[in-house]
């Protein structure tokens, strides 16, 4: 059953995981279904949460900047031609 939530989530876009897991965390912090450790693991999937974040937004942000300067390089090579 996880496996197959897991394989559909792969396919949709990063932001709207990454939300509906702070969804669930903020679910599992007020609910609190299993007292002790709900909120624990509630704190650290937002932790791992804000990791990946900041990892695809540092991939991105340097994709961008590549693609930036691959742009650059070809019209300056038409330039010279």
Known sequence: MLAS????????PFAWVAK??????VFLFV?????????????I???V?????????RWHEENAA??????TEASNKEKES
């Open 45 to 47: 999937i937002t932790i």
């Open 31 to 43: 609910v609190d279904p299993f007292p002790p450790l709900s909120r624990l693991l509630s704190l």
């Open 66 to 71: 590549q693609k930036e300067n691959e742009d």
């Open 49 to 57: 949460v804000a990791v990946l974040s900041r990892a695809y937004r």
């Open 5 to 12: 939530i897991l394989a559909i989530l792969s396919y949709a």
């Open 20 to 25: 509906g897991t702070l969804l669930l965390c």
